[in-house]
Structures are given as structure tokens and as C-alpha cells.
């Protein structure tokens, strides 16, 4: 299993609050991922990291930022949660196996904004 | 732009049935293709992979074979256990490129 944790794995927290979500590795990949799963819509990419300090937008950005000041964290932050934030997000990590990159996913967090 | 296109589920087999999960993409050249897994409370595990052409990619009982001229990348089980009952997802990577394009996901449930 490839070393992905993310913390906290549960978290309830008001509207309007800050949220901090935090996912760290132990493979040394250069390339880290922040999603959502929400039914009906899968995964959808949040925002995505390809070294330390190089972070860059996906599909769902607003209302998300992120940080990587170390190639094993990755932290996501919510700066005002809503209660449309409400989903499970899953980190992942990329790293290549042969000729293709393959991604790792972590465990998830489940948040709830009330 | 790239897209994946997956059988809405649910799917609902008894024990021991033949699964086929339909899945098709969209995009330039030539993608890699993916399947991964998602049991209950869990994050997205790698199932299979194929990166060209009528490759085909398994692991566990499970089979797919990349198919450019129809653009699919089928997953199939001959036998389903109890235990094969999650969400299936389908997924390609393009042109080198590290970031993946997911299916909306199959939820498959076996019934013993």
C-alpha cells in the first residue's frame, strides 16, 4: 500500500468556519492531488500540486486553496466553509510505474459543514 | 477535451455471475486506461491498467481490454464474489500527462 494518510478522518464544522485538511506521504512523489466525491458527480479534481510551492487550479477550485511547503504535506483549506463543502475528500499521489504515472489515493475525510 | 463515459449503475448480480461494466473515452492520440476500485468506507485502489492498443490489463479475476477502434476499455469477471461489491471506475491519463480523467462510477453489488 502506497504511504498516504490523511487527517482528520472525520470532521463536522459550522458555516463559515475555516477547515484545514491534511494529507501526507511517505513515497517522496513529486505529484499531489486534492478531490472531492460527491454522488452523482465522482471525483473532481480541487487542486493539484507538482513540487513544493507549485500548486495549480482544477475543476473545482473556489472556495478551496492549498499549500505544499514540503514534498510530504499537502494541506488543503476551506478559508470560509459551506454547507455546499460538505463531501469526502480524498488525496492522492502520483508517481510513474513503467511508461504511465499511477495515482494512490488516501483514505478520505468525510466533512460535514452544518 | 478528454472524457469517460461509464454504464449508469447501480449493478445488482447474484454470486457467481459474469460482470461486464461498459466503459468509453474520448481523446486525442492514445490514452492509458484504468480501473480502479472503491470498497465501502475506503479510498480509490488501482485495479488494472492498459497503456496501448489492444493490451489487456488484470488483476484479481478482472479483465479489460484497451480497444481503440471502439474506444472502450470493458471491464469483465466471469464469476463475481460477495466480496467484489463496490464502485468501479474508469479512468484515463493522456499523453504522458500525471492527471487522471475519472467515470462517474458503477456501484456494483453482489448478492449472495
Known amino acids: 500500500d502506497a504511504g498516504i494518510t490523511q487527517s482528520p478522518r472525520h470532521k463536522v464544522t459550522e458555516t463559515g468556519t475555516p477547515v484545514t485538511l491534511r494529507c501526507h506521504q511517505t513515497?517522496?512523489?513529486?505529484?499531489m492531488y486534492w478531490y472531492r466525491q460527491d454522488p452523482g458527480h465522482g471525483l473532481r479534481l480541487i487542486h493539484y500540486?507538482?513540487?513544493?510551492?507549485?500548486?495549480d487550479k482544477g475543476e473545482v477550485s473556489d472556495g478551496y486553496s492549498v499549500s505544499r511547503s514540503k514534498t510530504e504535506d499537502f494541506l488543503l483549506t476551506l478559508e470560509s466553509a459551506t454547507s455546499s463543502q460538505t463531501s469526502v475528500y480524498f488525496c492522492?499521489?502520483?508517481?510513474?510505474?513503467?511508461?504511465?504515472?499511477?495515482?494512490?489515493f488516501g483514505p478520505g475525510t468525510r466533512l460535514t459543514v452544518t | 477535451g478528454n472524457s469517460v463515459t461509464q454504464m449508469e449503475g447501480p449493478v445488482t448480480l447474484s454470486e457467481e455471475a459474469f460482470l461486464t461494466i461498459n466503459c468509453t473515452y474520448t481523446?486525442?492520440?492514445?490514452?492509458?486506461l484504468f480501473w480502479y476500485v472503491q470498497y465501502p468506507g475506503e479510498g480509490l485502489q488501482l485495479l488494472l491498467k492498459?497503456?496501448?492498443?489492444?493490451d489487456k490489463g488484470s488483476n484479481k479475476g478482472f479483465e479489460a481490454t484497451y480497444r481503440k477502434e471502439t474506444t472502450s476499455f470493458h471491464l469483465e469477471k466471469g464469476s463475481v464474489q460477495v466480496s467484489d461489491s463496490a464502485v468501479y471506475f474508469c479512468?484515463?491519463?493522456?499523453?504522458?500527462?500525471?492527471?487522471?480523467?475519472f467515470g462517474k462510477g458503477t456501484k456494483l453489488t453482489v448478492n449472495p
Open positions: 500540486s507538482y513540487g513544493v510551492k507549485d500548486t
Open positions: 513515497e517522496n512523489h513529486r505529484y
Open positions: 492498459a497503456t496501448k492498443a489492444d
Open positions: 479512468a484515463l491519463t493522456q499523453g504522458g500527462s500525471e492527471k487522471l480523467v
Open positions: 481523446a486525442t492520440g492514445y490514452p492509458s
Open positions: 492522492a499521489i502520483s508517481g510513474i510505474r513503467g511508461v504511465v504515472y499511477e495515482q494512490y
